[in-house]
């Protein structure tokens, strides 16, 4: 049967280039030039009408059995170019996750961030809570509820940055401190209340130790019987941890703040000669910080019964102690963004504080 010979050779024929096809459009050129309409199969089964009925009968079932078989190694070698691809695909976008980073060091922990690391691991051991608040707040917040009362000179010292009035008439601030959120935590949560909240804070002031934007941390603690001696024996826990020193000299004198009843503020000891400041040296004191017992008043306006509960506060200059502690002397420096600053200043980010394994 010279029609069966003929398509077995073709078969041999056809899967060879098959195999051979470069690309998915070599592929094609094979499929159109044996399925095609005029392709060399199309071509055989056209024959089939020809053919006497026994040879048709043997040829049409094996024409066919060829068609789908080309036609199945055509499909299989298409799908292979597709996974070639795709392979090639997925090669060039690879990206290794597991490549160590770089050696050098690009980026630093800035010190203010630092410090408030410091800071969070020292109080997180005392048992305080970090709390939060934001920069914008209301006049309330920041002074009416905190005991300024309307038109109080206090107010004044804080030279506040103002948002022009609202609808209601009320002006929005910038944060003049980070006491408000004493307020925002007593009105929402029932006492007993230990936490303390860091961030920025706004004052209309510009020199070598004053910036508009500086950082600060609230304390407070609010409970049955916490009195003036807790007060003392926190800040100065604090002290010895913060500045890594045992025995801090620290000194509590009168003061006043209007959400505070007694208020003080707290030195601590330094040696300033030689145009540096060392801490736990010398006979020099330095302000760190206010503090204070929660004012009845306060407690009142924040829904808290100050017969049952009382408390005490403290506000902590955080650019401050990172001036304190690390030795810069301008603050001005902290935020001009000099990529020099912080890569002399700045801290690895690989090491954060911790108590057990080291502060800084
Ligand atoms: N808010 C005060 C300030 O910025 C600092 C301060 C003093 C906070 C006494 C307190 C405090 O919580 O009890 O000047």
């Not at 059995?65 to 298409?78: G, Q």
């Not at 920025?200 to 019987?225: A, K, N, W």
């Not at 506000?315 to 030795?327: E, H």
């Amino acid at each position: 049967m010279q029609a069966a010979a003929e398509a077995q050779a073709l078969k041999t024929r056809v899967l060879a280039e098959i195999a051979a096809a470069p690309d998915e459009a070599g592929l094609e050129a094979v499929r159109v030039a044996v399925l095609g309409k005029t392709g060399s199969i199309s071509l055989l089964m056209r024959g089939l009408g020809a053919m006497n009925p026994a040879e048709r009968q043997v040829m049409g079932p094996a024409l066919n059995a060829l068609k789908d078989e080309v036609a199945a190694s055509i499909a299989a070698r298409r799908e292979a170019f597709h996974e070639a691809a795709l392979d090639a695909r997925l090669a060039s976008e690879r990206l290794d996750l597991t490549l160590p980073a770089a050696p050098s060091r690009r980026g630093a922990v800035h010190p203010v961030s630092q410090v408030m690391e410091e800071a969070a691991a020292i109080f997180a051991e005392m048992g305080f809570v970090l709390a939060e608040g934001p920069d914008i707040e209301t006049d309330f917040n920041n002074f009416t509820a905190l005991n300024f009362p309307e038109g109080h000179p206090a107010r004044e010292m804080h030279d506040t940055f103002f948002f022009p009035p609202g609808p209601d008439g009320t002006r929005k601030l910038l944060r003049t401190h980070t006491s408000p959120v004493q307020v925002r935590t007593m009105l929402a949560q029932e006492p007993p209340i230990r936490i303390i909240a860091m961030g920025r804070t706004y004052r209309c002031d510009s020199d070598q130790t004053h910036t508009p934007m500086f950082h600060q941390i609230e304390g407070l603690v609010i409970d049955r019987e916490t009195h003036m001696g807790h007060l003392k024996g926190c800040l100065m826990d604090f002290c010895r941890a913060f500045f890594e020193v045992d025995d801090v000299r620290v000194r509590f004198r009168p003061h006043y703040f209007p959400f505070t009843e007694p208020s003080a503020e707290m030195d601590i000891g330094c040696d300033r000669s030689g145009g540096q400041i060392r801490i736990g040296e010398g006979e020099d004191w330095l302000e760190i910080l206010g503090s204070g017992m929660v004012h009845a008043n306060v407690l009142r306006n924040c829904g808290i019964d100050p017969e049952i509960w009382q408390g005490f506060a403290f506000g902590i200059g955080i650019d401050r102690l990172a001036m304190l502690k690390y030795g810069m002397s301008d603050l001005r420096d902290f935020f001009a963004g000099d990529p020099r600053w912080i890569r002399h200043y700045g801290f690895s980010p690989f090491f954060p504080a911790s108590l057990a394994s080291g502060l800084s």
